[in-house]
Every structure is written in C-alpha cells, then in structure tokens.
C-alpha cells in the first residue's frame, strides 16, 4: 500500500525537479520547486517524520521561496533573458562532458544502492517524529549544533542587510 | 507489486536522482537564480537519505541534521540573494558567464 503512494509521489517530484532546470522562465522554475517542496513534505510524512514534513513546508514552501519569488519580481526577470541557457559555447564540450559524468555517478550509484538490503523499516514507537521526541534529542544531545545553528541565523541575518544597503557608510 | 513497507533503496535511489538533477542544473544553466534553485533541490535530495535511514533504524539525529540542513539553506539563501541583489546592481544582467571578475 505504502509502494501505491510512494511511486506517485516520487515521480511527482521527479518531474518537477526536471521543470525548475528545464522551465525557461524563472517564475516557472520557482513555481515547480515549490511544487517539489509539498512532494517531498509528502514523502517525509510517508517516512513517520512529521515534524519535518510540517517544517518543510513552512520554512521551504513558505519563507524560502516567498523569498525567492521576491528577488525574481524585483529584478524584473523575464522568459528567455539567458538567452544561451544549454550551455556556454566556449566550453560545449566540457558542459557536455560533465553531464554525462553526472549521468554516470548516477548510474554507478544505482549500482551501490540496490545492493541494499534494508527492506523493512525498523519496529517504530508511536512517539516517531513527533515535536516531544525531536525536541528531546535536539535539547539533549544536540544542544551545541542548535545554539551554533542560532549564531549563524544572526550572522546571516546581518549579512544579508549589509549585502544589500545601497550604501555603506 | 502490493508489498506493505517501501525498501530503503528506494528512497535512496529518489535522493540520488533529485541530487543529479540538482548538479546538471548548476552546470548546465546560465541563470543566477535558478542555479540557486538547483542547490536546494540537492540539499533537499539529502533530507530524504537522513530521514529514510532515520526511519529504517528507529533513531532521531537524522532528523536533527534535516533540521540543521533547513537551517543552513535559510541562511544560504538570504545571504545569496543578497549577493545576487548587490551583484544586479552592479551589472545589470543574470547570466552568471558575465559574472567574471574574479577569474584568472
């Protein structure tokens, strides 16, 4: 029953990602990743991790591409204004060339990973992703990485502002 | 076909296609914004591994580090907009090829 929501799902995403690189407007690129974003929300909720699922639409669907949506409106961008998108006609072989290794990585990964022999999923408490659990363990054994992650919030929230004043003074 | 649990691997083999995805777009687009776009579907495509492990194993710290990965794209993506805005500024254009200050 999980595999009947699962592959839907996961074309679902596929497919989108495949629309934000080959969509020629950058509103369209935008709109798919959001699109991606609520299918990945999807799958995560399908792996028992809700918490994640609920953040991942609220910080990426929400914030991250609101944020996105705005630098595109206001740098003006319009369809086609790379109008060379493929690839750089110096280097065409090289871009080329790095795709196919791309291709490659894929496939020898494809290799690797269905030797895998993990098919069930382990006995899950109830507890599985829930805010409790995640909460416990990010104020027990991570509390270093949350504070750390909370100056680096800081310190790219000022970035930001001074990255973008018109004038330094 | 109507097993009841999804196998690892194949969550694993969904991560690693959106990842490829995400560096043909770096590599074969010439737009500032959306090669930013092809970033966070590879740091996406990477949430989905730590979660599937998470789950086959019954830990949490998958989830911790999915976390921590949101945190980071927040911060990369308002800092690089910033750069992209500050970068529009000074050259009206987005096709990172004109972007070559820099270079050797």
């Given amino acids: 029953m999980e ?5 839907p799902l996961a074309g679902f995403c596929v497919v989108l990602a495949l629309g934000v690189v080959f969509n020629t407007s950058p509103v369209g690129s935008a709109l798919s990743l959001i699109g991606m974003m609520l299918g990945l929300a999807g ?10 699922a609920i953040l ?15 630098v595109i409106m206001l740098l003006n961008l319009k369809k086609g204004d790379d109008a060379g998108w493929i690839a750089r006609d110096r280097n065409l072989l090289l871009s080329v060339l790095t795709g196919l290794l791309a291709v490659g990585i894929l496939y ?6 269905f030797t895998a022999k993990m098919n069930t999923p382990a006995i899950l408490p109830d507890s599985f992703g829930t805010v409790a659990i995640i909460g416990e363990t990010l104020f027990t054994d991570f509390v270093l990485p949350f504070e750390v992650a909370s100056i680096l919030l800081l310190a790219a929230m000022v970035g930001a502002v001074v990255l973008a004043k018109t004038k330094l003074d | 076909m109507l097993e009841d ?9 969904l991560s690693a296609t959106l990842f490829v995805i995400g560096i043909v ?7 500032v914004i959306v090669v930013f776009m092809s970033i966070e579907i590879m ?32 911060a990369e993506v308002s800092v690089g907009l910033a750069i992209i805005i500050a970068l529009h500024r000074n050259k009206p254009t987005v096709n990172l090829d004109e972007f070559n200050l820099l270079k050797w």
């Fill in chain 1, 56 to 70: 991942q639409i609220i910080i990426y669907a929400g914030a991250i591409m609101v944020l996105f949506m705005f």
């Fill in chain 1, 43 to 52: 799958i995560f909720v399908l792996q028992q991790a809700h918490f994640i």
């Fill in chain 2, 43 to 74: 740091l996406n495509a990477v949430n989905i591994s730590l979660i599937a492990f998470d789950n086959y194993m019954n830990l949490s710290s998958g989830q911790i580090f999915s976390f921590m990965v949101m945190c980071v794209a927040a």
């Fill in chain 1, 3 to 7: 595999l009947l929501i699962f592959y």
């Fill in chain 2, 5 to 13: 649990t999804v196998p690892l691997s194949h969550y694993l083999m």
């Fill in chain 2, 25 to 31: 777009g770096v590599l074969v687009r010439r737009n």
């Fill in chain 1, 108 to 113: 020898k990964l494809s290799d690797i990973i």
